[in-house]
């Protein structure tokens, strides 16, 4: 069996290490730089299918909700601007602030999932959800509104996010290109849904009412987290957790040994124990946040490509319906804009999940994201030059295009880069960091539509920074994959055995070590050690 190959550098037993060392040799004779290939680090091997497509299901839920209730909720611009007599960017600040605290909400949501697991987290963020919109309906001001809306609300998204993309790598592997791509596609069925409906609840029951009904049907995200049943890490971390407690008791016999000998009895262990109790806060705080991947070069690549992404990634979303309604467009008409993107983006997820699944493109898929971004971008530049309702149309099915591709490889490009054991501290790490230019992205563009008092160079700031962003990530990518090749022959010619040569930075040494822990032969150096030490106490005993 695959799962059972045998690697031929370091003859140990890996996961898919036959398929990854196949793909090195077709990389070495085409020429190309590829992606690292692709394998378990969780200690178990994922079902790819069964329960798991329930899973996809629910993580389709929540995720929908994450991405689109922001952009769906702008449907209500008009009218919250006229009660509260504010300005464009007073108003974007909602969006803003809710995606921000969604991203922000990062780690802590990653370290509720690493202490409690996805379903409680979800079950409990879809109530948060469901509390900030409910009260969102009794608010007096916008400063209220920024709370509800924004705070309490973006924070229970925030709880529905990071735990669903998650969980998919616990339950995929060699589908999971598939996976991420039909859960991401949750995003535009909602768009396609809510935008309609946000007019019709609006039309017939004013902002208030359609909050509270709005409110209500974001429980539906506690259904959701109640599908996502807990996996492998719930009995087979047993084995490496008592392994790792079976080296931390031979690690500190043989220490204790070696004091024995080597130091009087009379010397205060004070000072080593001060410093164990701070290695052990260290510890506890890695344990949930690996801190360790800003270390990682093609996390920070990454990091810095999608930091400077999505200062322009939101805006264009946020204010398409206004932008629709300033040229004469009917309300109805500019809420179909977002239907005609939303139909687009729900086609162009899960198909961008089964072309980056094939052969020919997972290996290259950190070259497919970065062209996605630019081809975001490039599609907002050329936003101006749409004239009346049909141009924006055609503007529409290419903006859903380029979303949807960039969405659908969003997080399985962070997967492909520090792999899946290590995804959960990433992942929460990526979004504390990007929702600084998520927060001002939106007021920025605002602000150009209050100075200017045209659309069009909102858009042309969007699509600018994207398309750097894009050209950025592709070069970057590019220099990593050369060095990671260089760093690989280097490896070669040393004749290093404990370096497997397909093995790539994506997994990480912290990776290479849980799977070796797997197999129990890495106590034996720290059994030989402890019977040596005990030898030469034995020796010098009978002199």
């Known amino acids: ?112 999932v690493n202490r409690y697991g996805s379903r409680p987290v979800v079950i409990f963020g879809g109530l948060l959800c469901g509390i900030g919109m409910v009260s969102a309906a009794f608010c007096t001001s916008i400063l209220q509104l920024y709370i509800c809306v924004g705070f309490i609300t973006g924070f229970g998204l925030a709880l529905n996010l990071q735990p669903s993309v998650i969980i998919i790598g616990k339950y995929f592997l060699k589908r999971r290109p598939i996976a991420n791509g039909l859960a991401m596609a949750g995003s535009p069925v909602m768009l396609c849904t809510l935008a309609p409906l946000n007019q019709f609840l609006f039309d017939n029951f004013g902002w208030r009412g359609s909050f509270l009904i709005l409110g209500a049907i974001l429980l539906n995200c506690c259904v959701a987290g109640a599908l996502f049943r807990p996996i492998g890490p719930a009995t087979v971390p047993v084995k490496t957790q008592m392994t790792e407690e079976g080296k931390g008791a031979l690690k500190e016999e043989v220490t204790e040994d070696a004091m024995e000998m080597n130091s009087p009895t009379d010397v205060p262990m004070e000072n080593k124990t001060e410093e164990e109790g701070g290695k052990d806060c260290c510890e506890k705080i890695n344990r949930y946040l690996d801190f360790s991947l800003f270390k990682h070069r093609g996390f920070l690549i990454y990091l810095i490509g999608n930091v400077l992404m999505f200062l322009g990634f939101f805006a264009p979303i946020v204010f398409l319906a206004p932008y629709a309604k300033h040229i004469g467009i009917d309300e109805y008409s500019a809420a179909f804009l977002l239907s005609i993107l939303a139909i687009v983006d729900m086609i162009a997820r899960p198909t961008t999940g089964i072309i980056a699944n094939s052969k020919w493109v997972r290996p290259r898929i950190q070259y497919f994201f970065s062209f996605s971004i630019a081809f975001n971008g490039t599609c907002h530049l050329l936003c101006p030059l749409a004239s009346g309702y049909t141009g924006l149309v ?150």
């Open 1 to 112: 069996m695959l799962g059972d190959a045998i690697c031929i550098f370091c003859k140990n037993t890996h996961i898919l290490c036959s398929a990854g060392y196949w793909e090195a040799v077709f990389a070495q004779r085409s020429g190309w730089t590829m992606s690292p290939s692709v394998r378990s680090d969780l200690g178990y091997v994922p079902p790819d299918g069964g329960w798991g497509w329930a899973v996809v299901f629910g993580a389709s839920i929540s995720v929908g909700f994450a991405y689109t209730f922001p952009k769906a909720f702008t449907i209500y611009f008009k009218e919250l601007q006229a009660v509260y007599s504010i300005s464009y960017s007073q108003i974007a600040w909602i969006t803003s602030i809710m995606c921000a605290t969604t991203y922000g909400g990062g780690p802590i949501s990653s370290i509720l």
């Open 394 to 543: 055609v503007y529409s099915i290419f903006f859903g295009l380029a979303f949807g591709m960039v969405c659908a490889m969003l997080f399985e490009t962070l997967m492909d880069l520090v792999g899946a054991a290590r995804f959960t501290s990433a992942v929460g790490l990526v979004t504390i960091a990007e929702c600084c230019t998520i927060l001002l992205g939106p007021p920025i563009g605002g602000t150009l539509i209050d100075t200017f008092g045209d659309y069009k160079y909102m858009f042309i700031k969007c699509g600018a920074v994207m398309v750097l962003a894009g050209t950025f990530l592709f070069i970057m990518n590019y220099y990593n994959y050369r060095m990671l090749a260089k760093e690989e022959k280097e490896r070669k010619v040393k004749g290093d055995p404990k370096e497997d040569p397909v093995r790539t930075e994506n997994e990480g040494k912290n990776n290479w070590n849980k799977e070796t822990a797997q197999d129990g032969p890495e106590l034996e150096p720290l059994r030989e050690e402890r019977e040596g030490l005990k030898k030469e106490m034995n020796g010098t005993n009978e002199v």
